[in-house]
């Protein structure tokens, strides 16, 4: 119960800070993808399970505060499949290691963009996909990739205590 309350919190406060504090540090209007990120790094940390019901939160919150109006559950369905397919990798997971966490960042961000450029552009007759490529799904990447190397030790930390707090079970008088 307390892992759930907590996810939930920590959805929350990811979704705030990358709607106020990291828009602002928007360089060349683009932002980190930090619900991305949660979404990646609890499913690799974690495994399928909890990927995915991670990228469903934060990918509802996605779609409830920022989606189009007659699609709602498109990001929920997307943020659901990248955080369970980043939890296939969980048997791979080492501690200290942010080599695999950031290379499964960058993958899953250029997926991202590149679904949500065939989803929601492509099929509006706008076919400028490198231009695309170009000026928004690398540069994204890049910028969500290096943000990575900070927040991913924080939410490592955030999952060793959560887990430790497991293991010991309730404490008998």
Known sequence: MRRKITLAVLILIVFILQGTIFQTLAIASISPNLLLVLTVSFGFMRG????????FF?????DIFYGYENAIGFYALLYMYIGFL???LYKVFYDDDIKVPMLLVGVSDVAYGLVVYGIQFLLRGRLDVFGYLYRIIVPEMVYTVLITVIFYRILFWLNRKLTETEWEGPRLP
Request: aromatic share 12%.
């Open 48 to 55: 399928k399970r909890e990927g995915l019901f991670v990228g």
């Open 86 to 88: 980043n939890g296939f």
């Open 58 to 62: 934060c990918g509802l919150l996605i």
